[in-house]
Nanobody
Framework: QVQLVESGGGLVQAGGSLRLSCAASGGTFSNYNMGWFRQAPGKEREFLTVINRSGGNAYYVDSVKGRFTISRDNAKNTVYLQMNGLKPEDTAVYYC???????????????WGQGTQVTVSS
């Protein structure tokens, strides 16, 4: 059973940057593909990015490609989301997710964090 705890959210001005972290425990971190989702008020949860177990391959949806970067440190059991060029429409609760399957993670990951709020002011 994997537990995920996000941190690093906050309030930032448009054009600014934030780095989210997600610390994992309770399982062998390197056995899991890791990803990030977000949910804005009144909207469905949206898949953003996934990174594979080794950290050697990542995928991004178009809305964040070139602005967000996912990375992981298997020695620290942590995955990161570096967010640059933030826009007001990036305002949402950001969730970390884990799953043994790289493909399944983008739709129905087996494990979720509790979320961290990111607010981008204009």
């Amino acid at each position: 059973q994997v537990q995920l705890v996000e941190s690093g959210g906050g309030l930032v001005q448009a054009g600014g940057s934030l780095r989210l972290s997600c610390a994992a425990s309770g399982g062998t971190f390197s056995n899991y593909n890791m990803g990030w989702f977000r949910q804005a008020p009144g909207k469905e949860r949206e898949f953003l990015t996934v990174i594979n177990r080794s950290g050697g391959n990542a995928y991004y949806v178009d809305s964040v490609k070139g602005r967000f970067t996912i990375s992981r440190d298997n020695a620290k059991n942590t995955v990161y989301l570096q967010m640059n060029g933030l826009k007001p429409e990036d305002t949402a609760v950001y969730y970390c997710a884990a799953d043994p399957s790289y493909v399944v993670l983008s739709t129905r990951p087996g494990y979720w964090g509790q979320g961290t709020q990111v607010t981008v002011s204009s």
